[in-house]
């Protein structure tokens, strides 16, 4: 089973700045199958990145996803208000499907 | 419009039996793999397992495997996560997802499990 462990645990930045989230698993994900999900508070997760770097439909591209093998990183550049939230990563290209602990991202 | 709509909440006593239901609408169901995630209490994502309708071929995490039961009925479009037994811990959020990552959610079902 692959294990996917996020850091920082909590990250807190105002609005404007830049953020950088990674995960990092404990061996290589098949193909580069990882997706990223933004949860907030009461809502189910939204997919963000499929494929480690390609942007779901719908999202803003200041969010983007790069890494391969067992290291990647979402970047989300200029911080809206709005995506201060939780995010997870997750690997498909093994099963079972592991999901990384989480970031919580807090306005500063 | 892709859709995953869940059964509602369930409160139950602890070895009690539960199945609950996610009905998918808008896409091809029976090609399109279905998954179930746990999110227990202020915790994290937990992949549970995933299902084919089409053939029904599933696979479960290690952590779920013998805990509970997926299957999914393709004339009805509906997937299905059941519990022979239910423990306090089972208490959870319960989501489930289209294809092998999420590219759509249901809305959740919350499961209550007490004395």
């Known amino acids: 089973e692959i294990v996917l462990t996020q850091s920082p645990g909590t990250l807190s930045l105002s609005p404007g700045e830049r953020a950088t989230l990674s995960c990092r698993a404990s061996?290589?994900?098949?193909?580069?199958?990882l997706a990223w999900y933004q949860q907030k508070p009461g809502q189910a997760p939204r997919l963000l990145m499929s494929g480690a770097s390609s942007r779901a439909t719908g999202i803003p591209d200041r969010f983007s996803g790069s890494g391969s093998g067992t290291d990647f990183t979402l970047t989300i550049t200029r911080l809206e208000p709005e995506d201060f939230a939780v995010y997870y990563c997750?690997?498909?290209?093994?099963?079972?499907?592991?999901f990384g602990q989480g970031t919580k991202l807090e306005i500063k | 419009e892709v859709q995953l709509v869940q059964s509602g909440a369930e409160v139950k006593k602890p070895g009690e039996s539960l199945k609950i239901s996610c009905k998918g609408s808008?896409?091809?169901?029976?090609?399109?793999?279905i998954g179930w995630v746990r999110q227990m209490p202020g915790k994290g994502l937990e992949w549970m397992g995933i299902i084919f309708p089409s053939d029904s071929d599933t696979r479960y995490s290690p952590s779920f495997q013998g805990q509970v039961t997926i299957s999914a009925v393709k004339s009805i479009n509906t997937a299905y996560l059941q519990w022979s037994s239910l423990k306090a811990s089972d208490t959870a959020i319960y989501y489930c997802?289209?294809?092998?990552?999420?590219?759509?959610w249901g809305q959740g079902t919350l499961v209550t499990v007490s004395s």
């Open positions: 808008g896409y091809s169901f029976s090609t399109s793999w």
């Open positions: 997750q690997q498909y290209g093994s099963s079972p499907y592991t």
């Open positions: 997802v289209r294809h092998v990552y999420g590219i759509d």
């Open positions: 061996q290589s994900v098949t193909s580069s199958y």
